[in-house]
């Protein structure tokens, strides 16, 4: 039993990494050519005047990962070959060593179902459809400890030499979950308020598909001679479309698997909410420019909810003192299975609460803050990135920096670089390309750099505990001229700057502007943009 314990650890740990992170794709924030570019900042306006996002294939983003360790930390080089991070107290105390206070994994997948975006005169207006999967897990390093070492093999010896007298605590008030899926539909618009101030914000209407979630107010084992002790309180809520039923069992939860496998049982909401989308865009110079953004703000309140309440304190005192005089103490290996499962039993049928009433959850709220400086007339530009996630048991904080590679309207190239958990070395790329009305992109910001190949296994990634990518591919119609892109800029920098000689300067034909281009018709002078100089606050956006 011992054996199994510490196999489904592991297991459990290299799982860990598919739960998790990060929650969008910041190195796509500066890339210029990306139509759904409005999503990380509803003030962006796309360069182009319509543009459609097909089901599935227009844009799918997904993000896994964990706060704290990498495959590097499961797999261990020794002698010839590799042994697993529970090989012995050495290789454990490595990975417990790694673990943070709180092991945090997040997940994210977002699938475009439809988008459509259109410009009217100086605003762009967009409607889209997108299914979403938000996902967050928590567990304290305490549950580690006894998962690793139980209350014997603890890396602090005097703890062996005195547990036989002494209690051993464990706070597990860490212990949470929140998994969600809904479908979103929003209505954005981004307007121009002037030359150099931008807005934008989209409505959302939340269709909520699916939500299991507890709240852990109170938990903690101790481990006192013959005895084990757990104290919790909390509640554990679910609200999904197929059938559940809750009991005052052992395991309260029990599912209608005949109904739960008919399709048609998804299709009604089992919760309804709203939410809210804000950007802004400023140009302080002709080269710098900064953005401000909280996406995802809002709510589902779930009606098809069953929801299981306790208060209880569960003793057990069945623990086998001669296992623990011979040192081979653990959770499983030391009590009898049936009696502490009878325990339990008595203990959550005298405390359990079963309702049936509606509870309400948030959405995954981020706060975008960036900055960036153009320079040789918009063929390069540096940025960064300050990207801040709410999660519903979880805040993180990320920066980005990045340089973006525009020779181009029809390609953009991003080459990112992260801080994120405490480390720097987390690489990101990104491409966008337009092949006639296709536009194409790939992004990820965590490339891994550190390599692993395993005997006869091929070389597989083993630095990094995080992982995202985003891709897809859109069709753009109406892409304006250059020419009218530059007629557009220098009318509104003769606005602002009142510079009626300025016919001979007008920006460069490869310039981006987000507006509604002036009439084609206008002659204009045209010139190498190598050599010209930069005009016009409102170029570049």
């Known amino acids: 039993m011992r054996i199994l314990k ?20 910041n190195t796509l924030y500066f890339m210029e050519n990306l139509p759904s570019r409005n999503m990380y900042n509803p003030a962006f306006q796309p360069i182009n005047d319509i ?15 964990n706060n704290s360790v990498a495959l590097k930390d499961l797999m261990y080089k020794k002698d010839d070959g590799f042994v697993t991070s529970l090989y012995d107290i050495e290789t454990k105390q490595k990975l417990y060593n790694k673990i943070l206070p709180t092991f945090l994994m997040n997940a994210n997948l977002q699938v475009n179902l439809l988008t459509i975006g259109f410009r009217k005169n100086s605003s762009f207006w967009t409607f889209s459809v997108n299914e979403k999967i938000d996902a967050s897990f928590t567990v304290p390093k305490d549950a580690f400890k ?62 909520g598909n699916m939500n299991i979630s507890n709240v ?65 865009d400023y140009w302080a110079t002709n080269e710098l420019s900064f953005s401000l953004a909280a996406i995802d703000l809002g709510f589902i309140s779930w009606n098809k909810a069953n929801s299981v309440n306790y208060d209880a304190t569960y003793m057990y005192d069945g623990v086998n003192q001669q296992g623990v005089d011979k040192g081979v103490v653990s959770l499983l290996s030391t009590v009898n299975q049936s009696t502490l499962s009878d325990s339990l039993l008595a203990g959550l049928k005298s405390n359990q609460k079963i309702s049936n009433k509606s509870y309400t959850t948030f959405t995954t709220a981020k706060l975008n803050a960036g900055v960036e400086y153009k320079m040789f007339n918009n063929y390069l530009s540096l940025g960064l990135l300050s990207r801040t996630y709410f999660g519903n048991i979880n805040v993180s904080e990320e920066i980005t920096a990045s340089a973006n590679y525009r020779p181009l309207d029809w390609f953009n190239a991003s080459l990112s670089y ?31 750099t550190y390599l692993y190949k395993m005997g006869g296994l091929p070389i597989i990634p083993a630095g990094t505990g995080t992982f995202n990518l985003a891709l897809g591919m859109n069709l753009v119609f109406n892409y304006p001229s250059a ?36 009439s084609k018709k206008q002659e204009i002078p045209t010139y190498s943009r190598k050599t010209e100089p930069i005009v016009g606050p409102m170029y570049g956006r």
Request: proline letters at 7%; aromatic letters at 12%.
């Open 146 to 207: 006894l998962g690793l070492f139980g209350v014997d093999d603890l890396p602090d010896a005097t703890l062996h030499q005195t547990y036989s007298v002494s209690p051993v605590n464990y706070n597990l008030s860490g212990l949470k979950v929140n998994m969600t899926a809904y479908t979103e539909f929003g209505l954005g618009c981004a307007r121009d308020i002037n030359d150099a101030w931008s807005v934008g914000a989209k409505v959302k209407f939340l269709y």
């Open 483 to 518: 020419e009218s892109i530059a007629a557009k800029n220098k009318q509104k920098m003769d606005d602002r700057f009142g510079c009626p000689s300025c016919d001979d300067r007008i920006p460069s034909k490869n310039i981006k502007k987000r507006s509604k281009a002036y």
């Open 51 to 65: 543009y459609v996002s097909l089901p599935i294939i227009g844009y799918m983003q997904m993000s896994v990962g």
């Open 216 to 280: 852990n107010q109170f938990t903690n084992l101790t481990w006192a001679p013959h005895q084990i002790t757990v104290n919790s309180i909390g509640s554990i809520n679910t609200s999904v479309p197929f059938p559940v039923a809750f009991a005052p069992t052992l395991l309260p939860v029990s599912v209608d698997t005949a109904k739960m496998s008919n399709p048609m049982s998804y299709l009604p909401p089992t919760g309804l909410g709203g939410g809210l989308d804000l950007g802004v």
């Open 6 to 25: 510490k196999n489904l650890l592991l297991v459990l740990l290299m799982i860990c990494p598919t739960f998790l992170l990060a929650q969008q794709v």
């Open 418 to 448: 992260s801080f994120f958990n405490g480390n720097f070395s987390n690489i990101g790329f990104g491409v966008g390309l337009q092949t006639w009305i296709f536009h194409w992109f790939l992004a990820a910001d965590y490339i891994p």
